[in-house]
């Protein structure tokens, strides 16, 4: 199973980016999607998540600003980030929680850079 995660770039404080993260692959399915996000020397730290039912939850630094949603049919999530702010500025990964093979899979993206300008 792969993860190609896209959509990160420079933005101003105040402005939006969207990112998705695709799994492709075969004999897999996907429990749970989620996005987590990496300052500089800083540690990882979880950012939104949604199951397959589409229950979400999110890291209190960015409720009510960031969504996140999915399509199943394509094996993608999405996470719309909305009133960025400097503090953002991290490595942001995709991660996937489910079955590969009829076994249990946690697997990473290799992350997209979100950068916010003051």
């Known amino acids: 199973v792969q993860l190609q995660a896209s959509g990160g770039g420079l933005v101003r404080a105040g402005g939006s980016l969207n990112l998705s993260c695709a799994a492709s692959?075969?004999?897999?399915?996907?429990?749970?999607m989620g996005w987590y996000r990496q300052p500089p020397g800083k540690q990882r730290e979880l950012v939104a998540g949604i199951t397959e039912t589409g229950r979400t939850n999110f890291g209190d630094s960015v409720k009510g600003r960031f969504t996140i949603s999915r399509d199943n049919a394509k094996n993608t999530a999405y996470l719309q980030m909305n009133s960025l702010r400097p503090e953002d500025t991290a490595k942001y990964y995709c991660?996937?929680?489910?079955?590969?093979?009829?076994?249990?899979?946690?697997?990473w993206g290799k992350g997209t850079q979100v950068t916010v300008s003051s």
């Open positions: 692959g075969s004999d897999f399915s996907i429990d749970i």
């Open positions: 991660r996937i929680y489910g079955k590969y093979q009829g076994n249990s899979m946690d697997y």
